[in-house]
């Protein structure tokens, strides 16, 4: 986990989708349950866990029942595998929670950087780590630290946060993660001043890699449904590998002959379905509407919801929506930074995604397993281009000056 710091505040939208059957090539989300990775967990200190069967990695069936409180988990763990530490084990990791230790700061707590290693506990490899501390005051509490645990806790993927171990010792409740060294993809859209910019190919292999995330989460027998889809949410490894965070407001989708899940309406303004948050139905279709929205500010540069935009352009998905058809307008919209970056076919195509991701009906949309072909089909296009652009000195990123545009990045 890196840096969670988010301008965007997730909170409960306040009243209670629409019917939905979940249609997807079946060979595909084969293929896509199959990318769930058997990979241990951080072992305790003494000796290394167990590695997992491969049919217990590859998707999210056997996950603890949400009625779960904090005294059940600490009877009887989810995941031996995990790490259980203590309070004083965290406070040494993140040198007592020192202020130059903080990464960000979100709806669940404070997020600081740390090391775990010999020092902590005799015989653990040294490891970078983030430890999310969850605030006790804030918006969220016991009920998202368990969620975050049962579900992390049980998932093994590539394209989500790996979760090393927690702590529950008397009130504190915290949570370990592999290190994110290169942060939010919020943070490399929307960082102020000069900048690093993420080329297109780079945007592109991000927006793969977290549909393949969302794509594995809905392709489980119980699917899991993320609901706080977000480029906050999106954290990025050393590689500028996408990875999944942040799940404390998951939810599992429904199953069986039942179209929906109801529940209370909760999110990020600018990325939740309107379907969701008129009526509180749920459906793996909510995320693909999130999905969207991240599309439209990759394309964009644009934030989901900017108060200094003019009143009609403030919803980044409202307004740019019915703009992505025609090329013009579309054109006008694309991330000035990336100039010279990019084909028109592939910026088109990728307007055209999101275009289908955020329609109004939740059963116009396409399912993730359908998001990943049309996205895998795009980067293959562009492949040959970021191959050329190594090959010319390019990196993942390039610098850019800040620029001066309504709606642009602060």
């Not at 979940?22 to 060979?27: G, I």
């Not at 404070?110 to 005799?122: N, T």
């Not at 540069?301 to 090329?327: C, F, H, I, N, T």
């Not at 088109?348 to 955020?358: F, I, M, S, T």
Request: hydrophobic share 35%; proline share 4%.
């Amino acid at each position: 986990m890196g840096n969670c710091s988010s301008s965007e505040v997730t909170v409960e939208l306040s009243n209670q989708g629409d019917k939905h059957n979940t249609t997807s090539s079946r060979s595909k989300r084969d293929d896509i349950r199959e990318s769930g990775l058997a990979n241990p967990r951080c072992a305790p200190p003494e000796a290394k866990a167990e590695q997992r069967t491969s049919s217990e990695c590859r998707s999210p069936t056997r996950r603890r029942s949400k009625s779960m409180t904090v005294e059940e988990f600490k009877r009887n763990p989810i995941n031996d595998d995990l790490c259980n530490f203590t309070y004083s084990e965290m406070a040494a990791v993140t040198k007592n929670f020192r202020a130059d230790k903080v990464l960000g700061a979100g709806g669940f707590g404070v997020v600081y950087k740390g090391v775990i290693d010999d020092s902590i506990r005799p015989g653990f490899p040294a490891i970078q780590v983030a430890v999310k501390e969850l605030n006790k005051g804030g918006s969220q509490g016991d009920r998202e630290w368990l969620a975050e645990v049962n579900h992390l806790g049980q998932l093994c993927h590539p394209n989500l946060v790996k979760l090393i171990g927690y702590c529950c010792d008397d009130d504190h409740r915290l949570l370990v993660y592999e290190l994110m060294v290169c942060g939010s993809l919020e943070k490399h859209l929307f960082k102020p001043g000069v900048s690093l910019t993420m080329t297109w190919p780079t945007r592109l292999r991000i927006a793969l890699g977290a549909a393949k995330g969302l794509a594995f989460l809905h392709g489980a027998e119980r699917p899991l449904i993320y609901r706080d889809f977000k480029s906050a949410n999106i954290l990025l490894d050393a590689d500028f590998n996408a990875k999944l965070s942040d799940f404390g407001l998951a939810k599992e989708g429904p199953v069986g002959d039942d179209t929906h899940v109801s529940t209370r309406v909760v999110g990020t303004h600018g990325y939740a379905a309107p379907e969701y948050v008129m009526t509180g139905r749920l459906t793996s279709r909510s995320d693909v509407y999130g999905f969207g929205v991240v599309l439209l500010e990759i394309i964009t540069g644009m934030r989901a919801v900017d108060k200094r935009r003019p009143s009609r352009e403030q919803s980044l998905a409202e307004w740019v929506r019915p703009r992505l058809m025609y090329r013009r307008m579309l054109m006008k919209l694309v991330d000035p930074r990336l100039e010279g970056q990019y084909t028109t076919t592939s910026i088109q195509n990728v307007a055209k995604l999101a275009y289908d991701c955020l329609a109004q009906h939740p059963k116009s949309r396409p399912s993730m397993v359908q998001v990943v072909e049309a996205l895998e089909s795009v980067y293959h296009m562009v492949g040959s281009e970021e191959n050329s652009a190594f090959a010319g000195g390019w990196t993942s990123v390039t610098l850019y000056e800040n620029f001066s545009r309504s709606g642009a990045r602060e």
